[in-house]
């Protein structure tokens, strides 16, 4: 049985001086205060599950694309001999879907974390056609985030630079304390 989510939503109005920025058309995705963040399209409908944070560009079941977010504290400790490229490498070969293709694993050397994604190409059983699947692990002490895409083939010239400025702004562990504020320097 699948527990309800307690999840509550809640607007707050921004200070005049906030240091929140994002692109025109984006607005920024804050979970757990901090523990992971980035830019999305700012019309996009954000819909809680047990397991992650969906973002859809419409409200389910009319959406075209999911973009979802979990993350895990982990222990302190040294992960560099746990790379990402290989448990995205690992997670792929585990999928039970007809895949098509398999794109390279992309690395970013950023110097605030380390990042790895993968897309695969596969045919939808459901719909009968062909969508995409991007997987992203990114990972900054002893915090790992979980970002998975899928969209349809017929959506991916337009959501190509949705995934970019995910992928571009993601970042970890940067904590705010007043989330109408954002990041305040001491």
Not at 87 to 97: F, K
Request: glycine share 4%; charged share 30%.
């Amino acid at each position: 049985m699948e527990r309800k989510v307690r999840w509550r939503k809640q607007t707050l109005r921004l200070k005049d001086n906030h240091t929140w920025k994002a692109l025109p058309g984006y607005n920024v995705f804050v979970l757990d205060r901090g523990a992971v963040r980035f830019n999305f399209p700012k019309d996009w409908v954000t819909v809680p599950a047990s397991d992650c944070v969906a973002l859809y560009d419409r409200r389910p079941p009319n959406d075209n694309c999911r973009l979802a977010v979990s993350y895990l504290r982990l222990p302190p400790m040294d992960w560099t001999g746990l790379p990402l490229d290989e448990l995205i490498a690992s997670v792929i070969e585990g999928d039970q879907r007809r895949i098509l293709a398999r794109g390279d694993i992309i690395k970013a050397d950023r110097a605030d974390l380390e990042l790895a994604w993968r897309e695969i190409r596969f045919q939808d059983p459901s719909e009968n056609c062909e969508a995409f699947s991007r997987i992203a692990l990114a990972r900054e002490a002893n915090l790992q985030a979980l970002i998975t895409f899928h969209f349809w083939a017929r959506d991916a010239a337009w959501l190509e630079s949705v995934w970019d400025e995910v992928m571009r702004t993601v970042e970890l562990g940067r904590f705010v304390s007043d989330p109408t504020a954002g990041d305040t320097l001491h």
